[in-house]
């Protein structure tokens, strides 16, 4: 981990490396205005800086600050060019490859994507879920 310290960046090491941050520098200000703060925790709001910062430094992980997991931040993500269906928390794509019933139960807070307190699981998924269990 950084520590927060900032880092000089290295320049593109090539032009298509140089293309690529130009798209992913120009979607990230698009992902970051439409963050609306006031529906943030301060938990939430926390996360987003952290994440904040290690997308300023090119990092492609961070520690989340709640569990100490490391956590791919967007700009890892925007570089693999598609979801990996794991229900990511700074996933690019819409979660368009998560599992139906897992896209479910989540929900954007407009920085990422978080498990959705309201969600019920459907009793029918739940019982086949078991059901594969045994």
Avoid at 8 to 17: A, G, I, M, N
Avoid at 42 to 56: G, L, N, T
Avoid at 87 to 99: F, G, K, M, S
Avoid at 109 to 128: G, M, Q, R, T
């Amino acid at each position: 981990s950084s520590g927060g310290v900032r880092r000089t960046v290295p320049p593109p090491q090539s032009e298509k490396q140089k293309a690529m941050r130009a798209e992913y520098l120009a979607k990230e200000l698009e992902w970051e205005g439409a963050v609306d703060y006031s529906k943030l925790t301060d938990q939430e709001s926390f996360i987003h800086m952290k994440h904040k910062e290690a997308i300023e430094n090119f990092h492609f992980t961070y520690d989340d600050p709640e569990t100490g997991l490391k956590v791919v931040t967007r700009l890892r993500h925007f570089l693999k060019g598609t979801c990996c269906g794991n229900a990511c928390r700074h996933c690019v794509y819409n979660h368009q490859n998560v599992e139906p019933e897992r896209a479910r139960s989540r929900l954007f807070n407009s920085a990422f994507w978080v498990e959705d307190p309201d969600y019920v699981e459907d009793e029918k998924i739940k019982h086949s879920n078991m059901e594969k269990t045994w």
